[in-house]
């Protein structure tokens, strides 16, 4: 593995983080009925959505 392969791979993991935690805190926020549903939003997208799409952007950085 290259540094470059690897670069790519992390920079693409870090905009995955981004782009996965933001479209599921709208989906999360229109989706959740609950009186508390900022909070949820918040925590949802950041510790559960937000690592599964880093994760799947590394991997397709390392692929690519």
Do not use: C, N
């Not at 992390?10 to 989706?31: D, P």
């Amino acid at each position: 593995m290259t540094w470059k392969r690897l670069g790519r791979g992390l920079l693409f993991g870090l905009a995955g983080f981004v782009l996965s935690t933001a479209i599921s805190y709208v989906l999360v926020l229109q989706l959740y009925t609950r009186h508390d549903r900022e909070l949820a939003a918040a925590m949802t997208s950041f510790f559960f959505f937000g690592p599964i799409g880093a994760l799947l952007a590394l991997v397709m950085g390392l692929l690519v």
